[in-house]
């Protein structure tokens, strides 16, 4: 079985691809590919920006401030057979935004413009950028406003998963 791969399709064509690492975020990967499947991102922007650290998008409302309706729980390390196994946040790892609280994340997402290990084991890292760092690179350096907003919005126009034989089921959800 392969690792889902995940491909961000811009407005301007331009692509990001990441493949996922469910063995370390089994939950955070189910809930990703669950929105993306049922077309949650598509249309949605990069509503933060903030070069030298991150890009952030999956906010319906565009401003830090929204989600799916739900959140999940936090997974930042998962350990097998005694041995464990997280992410390191560096540059091109996919991670999970959320608030300061536990168990926040929904379906809001950053991806590593550089690498920030102080949010090792505080965030859920559960993927990384395959193809398309020039693209990250490129959004990453956009003109932005207050809050890290970008001046002219960064679309994405749809985001897509090859699944490459992964079973995903629906995410487990925090009651």
Same mark, same amino acid.
């Given at each position: 079985?392969?690792?889902? +791969? !995940?491909?961000?399709?811009?407005?301007?064509?331009?692509?990001?691809?990441?493949?996922?690492? *469910?063995? $370390?975020?089994? /939950?955070? +990967?189910?809930? &990703?590919?669950?929105?993306? @499947?049922?077309?949650?991102?598509? #249309?949605?922007?990069?509503?933060? $920006?903030?070069?030298?650290?991150? %890009?952030?998008?999956?906010?319906?409302?565009?401003?830090?401030? #929204?989600?799916?309706?739900? @959140? %999940?729980?936090?997974? &930042?390390?998962? @350990?097998?057979?005694? $041995?464990?196994?997280?992410?390191?946040?560096?540059?091109?790892?996919?991670?999970?935004?959320?608030?300061?609280?536990?168990?926040?994340?929904?379906?809001?997402? &950053?991806?590593?413009?550089?690498?920030?290990?102080?949010?090792?084991?505080?965030?859920?890292? &559960? #993927? %990384? +950028?395959?193809?398309?760092?020039?693209?990250?690179?490129? %959004?990453?350096? $956009?003109?932005?406003?207050?809050? /890290?907003? *970008? !001046?002219?919005? +960064?679309?994405?126009?749809?985001?897509?998963?090859?699944?490459?034989?992964? @079973?995903?089921?629906? *995410?487990?959800? !925090?009651?």
């Amino acid at each position: 079985m392969g690792r889902p +791969v !995940v491909t961000i399709e811009m407005e301007d064509g331009k692509t990001i691809k990441m493949k996922l690492v *469910p063995e $370390v975020a089994p /939950n955070t +990967v189910n809930n &990703f590919i669950s929105l993306i @499947e049922d077309n949650f991102y598509d #249309g949605l922007t990069f509503h933060r $920006v903030w070069e030298g650290f991150m %890009i952030q998008g999956g906010d319906p409302n565009g401003d830090g401030s #929204g989600g799916p309706g739900y @959140e %999940i729980p936090d997974e &930042f390390y998962t @350990e097998k057979d005694g $041995v464990g196994y997280h992410l390191s946040h560096v540059r091109g790892i996919l991670s999970m935004a959320k608030t300061q609280f536990p168990d926040s994340a929904g379906s809001q997402f &950053f991806i590593m413009h550089e690498d920030s290990t102080q949010l090792d084991l505080k965030y859920a890292a &559960f #993927g %990384i +950028v395959i193809e398309g760092m020039d693209v990250v690179d490129e %959004i990453a350096s $956009v003109e932005i406003a207050s809050k /890290n907003k *970008p !001046v002219e919005d +960064v679309i994405i126009k749809t985001i897509t998963v090859d699944l490459n034989g992964y @079973e995903y089921s629906q *995410p487990i959800k !925090v009651e």
